[in-house]
């Protein structure tokens, strides 16, 4: 069954830098396009960033863009977010969820249980 | 930026039919998908690509899309539906950004 662990949150300063990391099991990690999501306390979901299967294409939310970096390891089924310049409003939950198919992508079709990033002095 | 617009609540009680609308833009072009989430959990997807019902979810969700609006309908809606249901789709620009609705808070009392 597929498997997504992220893991990497915690309490950073405003300004600071947090790297995520999501690791996937139980389906083939290098053969699907893969997103970060989050979840300020609260409110709605907002789509963070994509990476595609190879890792050749990259999109980001323009509230992040410049700040935040995905990238994927698929000789160890895992994906990455790294985020510098940390704001506040940078508080969330972050999910890692997996794209649904290799024809679509861009929609999701399993979740993590997330990870918290808590931005504060 | 590209905007979904949906309402922040709805009520219905059980055995009734609930009906959640987006709006946008695009969406006469664009796909419209459907997550449920319940309080303290991950989402679900329970509609993709405007009205396909992904293996496991019920029978009662479905979906559909006209115009600018897209609907997600639960017929003969169950307490266990409760939950927070979002939208989420692209624009039209094809500047690869994806954005989900507001979120409407479904209550079946």
């Known amino acids: 069954q597929v498997q997504l662990v992220e893991s990497g949150g915690g309490v950073v300063q405003p300004g600071g830098s947090l790297r995520l990391s999501c690791a996937a099991s139980?389906?083939?990690?290098?053969?699907?396009?893969m997103h970060w999501v989050r979840q300020a306390p609260g409110k709605g979901l907002e789509w963070v960033a994509f990476i595609r299967y190879d890792g050749s294409n990259k999109y980001y939310a323009d509230s992040v863009k410049g700040r935040f970096t995905i990238s994927r390891d698929n000789s160890k089924n895992t994906l990455y977010l790294q985020m510098n310049s940390l704001r506040a409003e940078d508080t969330a939950v972050y999910y890692c969820a997996k794209g649904a198919t290799g024809r679509n992508p861009y929609y999701f079709d399993y979740w993590g249980q997330g990870t918290l990033v808590t931005v504060s002095s | 930026s590209y905007e979904l617009t949906q309402p922040p609540s709805v009520s219905v009680s059980p055995g009734q039919t609930a009906r959640i609308t987006c709006s946008g833009d695009a969406l006469p072009k664009k796909y419209a998908y459907w997550y449920q989430q319940k309080s303290g959990q991950a989402p679900v997807l329970v509609i993709y690509?405007?009205?396909k019902r992904p293996s496991g979810i019920p029978e009662r969700f479905s979906g559909s899309s006209s115009g600018t609006m897209a609907t997600l309908t639960i017929s003969g809606a169950q307490v266990e539906d409760e939950a927070d249901y979002y939208c989420?789709?692209?624009?039209?620009?094809?500047?690869?950004?994806?954005?989900f609705g507001g979120g409407t808070k479904l209550t079946v009392l």
């Open positions: 989420y789709s692209t624009d039209s620009s094809g500047n690869h950004s994806w954005v």
């Open positions: 690509e405007d009205s």
């Open positions: 139980g389906f083939t990690f290098s053969s699907y396009g």
